[in-house]
C-alpha cells in the first residue's frame, strides 16, 4: 500500500534520510477494513489509553459471542445498561448507539465512499455525535487507506513538523500545508514518518 509512497519520499530532502534509515512501516495496531466496525473501534479509543481501550473492546465483543463484531443493528439492540458493564463510558455508549443509527438509515453509507473526496466523507462521518474531523482524518488514513491526508490539527503532526524542519514554534495549518508541498498525493505516508520521527531520541 504504502511502496510508492515511501518510493517518493525517501528521494524528500527533509524527510528523505529519516525515511531510509527508518525501513519500511510497521504498525502497532491491526486496523480493520470495515467502516463501521473502524468507527466504533475510534470511539471506544477516544481520551482513553491504548491498554485500557483494547481491554475495552475485548469485553464489548464478548456481548456477541458468536460474532467477530457486532453489526449496527446488534448495537442498536442492546441495552445502555450492558455497554456501560463493558468499561464504556455513558457519552460514548450514546455515540456508539448514534453511530449504529445512522449506519442503519443511511446516513452514513460506507457503499458510497469511493465516490466521494476526501472532504466529503469527512462532512460524512461527522454527522455522528462523537465523531470530530481529527477522527475522520484517521478514518481517512487508516481504514480508507487514502493516500493524501495531512491532519494539521494532529499534535504529533504538528511536533513532526517542527522536529524535521528545526522550527521555533508549532506550524500552523498553512505552514503545513506549505512545507509538505513536495509530499502532495503521498502525505498520509508522510504523516507516519513524522509519528515515528517523534519517537527518536
Known amino acids: 500500500m504504502h511502496e510508492a509512497s515511501v518510493e517518493h519520499l525517501t528521494r524528500d530532502k527533509h524527510l528523505g534520510a529519516?525515511?531510509?534509515?527508518?525501513?519500511p512501516l510497521k504498525f502497532r495496531r491491526e486496523h480493520t477494513q470495515e467502516p463501521f466496525q473502524a468507527l466504533c473501534e475510534s470511539i471506544v479509543y477516544q481520551q482513553i489509553s491504548g491498554i485500557a481501550a483494547a481491554s475495552i473492546l475485548k469485553k464489548f465483543r464478548v456481548l456477541w459471542?458468536?460474532?467477530k463484531f457486532p453489526t449496527p443493528e446488534d448495537?442498536?439492540?442492546?441495552?445502555?445498561?450492558?455497554?456501560?458493564?463493558?468499561?464504556?463510558?455513558?457519552q460514548k455508549a450514546l455515540y456508539l448507539k448514534d453511530l449504529a443509527a445512522k449506519f442503519k438509515d443511511g446516513s452514513v453509507n460506507p457503499k458510497l465512499f469511493h465516490r466521494m473526496s476526501d472532504v466529503e466523507i469527512i462532512e460524512h462521518v461527522v454527522v455522528v455525535k462523537g465523531i470530530g474531523e481529527w477522527t475522520g482524518q484517521m478514518f481517512l488514513m487508516f481504514t480508507l487507506h487514502r493516500p493524501d491526508v495531512l491532519p494539521t490539527g494532529d499534535l504529533g503532526?504538528?511536533?513532526?513538523f517542527k522536529k524535521l524542519f528545526n522550527l521555533k514554534n508549532l506550524p500552523t495549518p498553512a505552514k503545513m500545508q506549505r512545507l509538505s508541498k513536495n509530499w502532495a498525493g503521498h502525505r498520509t505516508t508522510a504523516c507516519f514518518y513524522l509519528w515515528r520521527l517523534l519517537d527518536e531520541k
Open 18 to 23: 529519516f525515511v531510509r534509515g527508518y525501513g
Open 65 to 67: 459471542p458468536k460474532k
Open 75 to 90: 448495537v442498536l439492540k442492546i441495552k445502555i445498561k450492558k455497554l456501560r458493564a463493558t468499561g464504556i463510558s455513558p
Open 157 to 160: 503532526i504538528q511536533k513532526g
